[in-house]
């Protein structure tokens, strides 16, 4: 009973697609599966945890504190036989010049062992030296077998294997994933279409399961999941929790709302309900806050213009002084006006002074270190969360008002101010992951 990261030399090397078969073909066969992800992503989460059947959790070095990530580990290693974590780009790849928050950090932090999925297109016995080279990077974490993808046959895999052999004997090769397979799950402009939106997922992951339980070792890979050596902790508050009960929006548009935020808002005692906007659902009447996670409301801005419930019960929440706040895309629809990728604008909720566009896309991406800029809901002014950025639209007029939040990145470089505040409404493009 344990965990094992799934990590890869890059980008690109097939290990989502290998993490979401190996834990619906464990599951399949009757072990308990968890999931997480490391990074601030919150679409390949979503398909992890549909894969495993339990909410996938993201752990996250840079933007998360060591509680923090402890809390979640030990919940998910109590709550599964095996958790399997899959990284996030290659394997040492971080955020700013330092590169904190790799794969490897974590490995390093839980003690979980890693497993190497690595694309072998293109090559054969080269791979012993690329799999060399990361075994003895860092003395810190501990790369105990791999996995090769993109298998062209019998040969090829024979080929590696050898290689393997006469360099690396200890690390034991767990599989061969033929190419060809079409394993592919559809993209837009954010990455992956999301979980929740993938028409038929079940067969598409039934299917990653039979592929890949064929061609990995299962026992091995049970075999090799070790306990993490993070010290017992119980859940952390993570973000202030925004009132007693608490009216998130949760459809397609709205989707990228991280599951440890809203189990710790419950073990902090709030109640927490759900409402679609997309089904012009308004938020909760006894509701005395309202979240609106970040998602596509570019992608569905007629629609949401048109919600007369939706956006009618938003205000009607910020006039009984219920606190409002968006972040990202629904920073955006909390805004007056909404531009969609045709060029034709959309009235939102009208409750902060802000017009963007998705007409121009410019990508908005990176870690964020943010501080309050005055006192409110989430604290006394200065105090410090961190986060992250990810977004194409961009800001056509941001009115008076007062910034929500002192913004750098993850070198520590001063950003514009992000956000605004309009009296208990507020919102910014910043997806809060952590307190500091």
């Known amino acids: 009973m344990g965990g094992l990261i799934l990590a890869a030399p890059r980008s690109g090397s097939g290990k989502t697609m290998v993490t979401l078969g190996l834990l619906r073909a464990l599951r399949r066969r009757g072990s308990r599966v968890a999931a997480a992800k490391v990074g601030p992503d919150y679409i390949d989460a979503g398909f992890l945890g549909a894969a495993a059947g339990t909410p996938c959790h993201n752990l996250d070095s840079w933007a998360m504190r060591r509680a923090t990530i402890a809390a979640r580990v030990h919940a998910l290693e109590a709550q599964s036989d095996i958790v399997l974590c899959e990284g996030v780009m290659g394997l040492f790849d971080g955020a700013g010049l330092a590169g904190e928050g790799s794969t490897a950090a974590i490995a390093a932090l839980t003690g979980w062992p890693v497993v190497l999925v690595i694309d072998v297109s293109g090559q054969a016995a080269s791979v012993a030296a690329l799999v060399e080279g990361f075994a003895h990077h860092r003395k810190d974490i501990d790369i105990v077998g791999v996995i090769f993808n993109r298998v062209a046959g019998d040969r090829h895999a024979a080929m590696v294997d050898a290689a393997m052999a006469r360099v690396l004997p200890a690390i034991r090769i767990l599989g061969h994933v033929p190419r060809g397979t079409g394993l592919e799950l559809p993209s837009r402009h954010l990455g992956l279409v999301p979980a929740g939106e993938t028409a038929e997922l079940d067969p598409v992951l039934d299917r990653a399961a039979a592929i890949v339980g064929a061609a990995v070792d299962l026992d091995a890979i049970a075999a ?45 005692g709030a109640a927490v309900s759900f409402f679609s906007p997309l089904a012009d659902e308004a938020p909760a009447a006894d509701a005395d806050a309202v979240y609106l996670a970040g998602g596509y409301p570019e992608l569905h801005a007629p629609r949401l213009a048109a919600s007369r419930n939706f956006l009618g019960g938003l205000r009607a929440a910020a006039s009984r002084g ?57 604290g006394k002014a200065g105090v410090a969360f961190r986060g992250h950025e990810f977004h194409y639209a961009s800001i056509v007029a941001e009115g008076d008002g007062r910034p929500l939040f002192q913004v750098s990145d993850a070198d520590g470089n001063a950003l514009t101010p992000s956000g605004r505040v309009a009296g208990n409404v507020m919102g910014s493009f910043v997806h809060l992951i952590d307190r500091v």
């Open 224 to 268: 090799l999941v070790r306990r993490s050596t993070l010290e017992p902790t119980t859940n952390q508050t993570i973000l202030p929790r925004l009132g007693a009960h608490i009216a998130v929006a949760r459809d397609p548009a709205f989707t990228f709302a991280y599951p440890a935020v809203l189990e710790a808002w419950r073990a902090s």
């Open 322 to 378: 219920a606190v409002v706040y968006g972040e990202c895309g629904g920073y955006m629809v909390l805004g007056e006006t909404l531009t969609d990728a045709d060029g034709t604008d959309h009235a939102m909720a009208g409750l902060l002074p802000l017009k963007t566009s998705f007409a121009a896309r410019k990508l908005h991406l990176g870690y964020r270190a943010v501080r309050l800029e005055d006192d409110g809901i989430f």
